[in-house]
């Protein structure tokens, strides 16, 4: 496995030509499994709040913003969309703001590359966005088809033309917010899979967020995690290595989805 001490541009490329030369068995035909976060991973901005645009003066009234409870992000963007909706803000502008999100550095490139290997790469995303935002902003960049699944918060317009939002699921986990555990989400999803007879040779999970930690340590030790660098992810992988419970995944840091793209192609080289 790949020494955890590398650092620095040289220190990533030293520690991903080890992860990539991983020995899998040949008797398997390799299959990876890459688990993408959305905001501040796939787009360089929080969806949620990047929707902000379209309120009067683009901010939120005081009382609006304080109402968040934490854990509970989800009835408090449905608030959210029944303000804009009060205030008039319809579909199509909607819309339209939300197709003007920046991607990340790199990260046109890297779902190119995925969607020319899809043979290779099974590919999902697990967000606490909504399934509203995370369609359009995929269908306009011509990338829907990169995704096997997408696991979001199910969102609707309703009759009136409010964009309404509900939790995705119901857990039990304590370590994540109220609507969303991606553990449980991956986990389900490989069970699912298992059960067609699909195994992966990795799991790939990259991410950026205080949410992706619980699925992160459910990763096993071929697999690997990339926290985006800076971010909350990867603080917390360093907190719980300084306390000597490390995540028993390989770790690798990403500033651009440059990076990614560059392990993959060495893991698809082996």
């Known amino acids: 496995m790949a020494e ?26 390799m299959k990876f499994l890459l688990v993408f976060d959305f905001d501040h991973t796939i787009v360089d901005e929080n969806s949620d709040t990047w929707i902000v645009k379209c309120a009067p003066e683009k901010k939120l009234p005081n009382g609006l913003r304080n109402s968040y409870r934490p854990g509970h992000w ?33 990260m046109v490139d890297l779902l190119g590359f995925i969607g020319e290997n899809k043979e290779l790469f099974d590919c999902i995303i697990a967000s606490d966005s909504n399934t509203v935002f995370i369609d359009w902003i995929l269908q306009a960049a ?7 699944e997408v696991f979001t918060n199910p969102a609707a317009f309703s009759s009136t033309g409010y964009l309404t939002v509900q939790n995705f699921h119901a857990h039990h986990c304590a370590k994540c917010p109220k609507n969303l555990c991606k553990r ?4 389900e999803f490989l069970d699912k899979q298992l059960e067609r007879g699909v195994s992966y040779t990795q799991i790939v999970y990259i991410g950026d967020g205080g949410n992706d930690l619980c699925p992160v340590m459910f990763l096993k030790k071929d697999d690997v995690a ?22 028993e995944c390989s770790v690798l840091v990403w500033s651009s989805a440059v990076d990614i793209m560059s392990y993959l192609k060495l893991l698809i080289k082996k």
């Open 4 to 29: 955890r001490n590398c650092v620095g541009r040289d220190g990533i490329d030293c520690q991903m030509r080890c992860l990539a030369g991983i020995s899998f068995s040949s008797e398997v035909a």
């Open 74 to 106: 989800t009835e408090y963007m449905g608030r959210v969309f029944v303000y804009l909706g009060d205030n008039g803000v319809k579909e199509d502008e909607m819309k339209r703001t939300m197709t003007t999100i920046p991607f990340t550095a790199g």
């Open 142 to 148: 011509d990338f829907h088809k990169v995704f096997d």
């Open 184 to 187: 449980k989400v991956l986990k």
């Open 226 to 247: 990339m926290p985006r660098q800076g971010y909350t992810l990867e603080k917390k992988i360093s907190q719980l290595a300084q306390d000597l419970s490390p995540v």
